[in-house]
């Protein structure tokens, strides 16, 4: 099961961090992926991270902002959301994957999602 949290209302320009708690044994050997749903629009990959936190992947569009990372101690993955904007606004949900990969075709268990809103 994952279970993501801290999304909420921010300011353009402010920071979140998502948490992703997985439960199971499992966790620490397999990749994490979070991906996002704004209304109205297909969901789209946001980054990605290896099983031992060494490897990673990032959709351009948030390059330089965001870091995924993971605590596999924790069964805990992360995703810190810096100078966020108001086309960061969506529904962001965590997924338990087999490789580091874009597609969602990749991830083979979803938790529920969490919501992040930055208003202008």
């Known amino acids: 099961q994952l279970q993501a949290s801290g999304g909420g209302l921010v300011q353009a320009g402010g920071s979140l961090r998502l948490s992703c708690a997985a439960s199971?044994?499992?966790?620490?050997?397999?990749?994490m992926g979070w991906f996002r749903q704004a209304p109205g629009k297909e969901r789209e990959f946001v980054a990605s991270i290896n099983w031992s936190g060494g490897g990673t992947y990032y959709a351009n569009s948030v390059k330089g902002r965001f870091t995924i990372s993971r605590d596999n101690a924790k069964n805990t993955g992360y995703l810190q959301m810096n100078s966020l904007k108001p086309e960061d606004t969506a529904v962001y949900y965590c997924a338990r994957g087999t490789a580091v990969s874009p597609s969602s075709s990749r991830y083979d268990y979803w938790g529920q999602g969490t919501q992040v809103t930055v208003s202008s």
């Open positions: 199971g044994r499992t966790f620490s050997s397999v990749a």
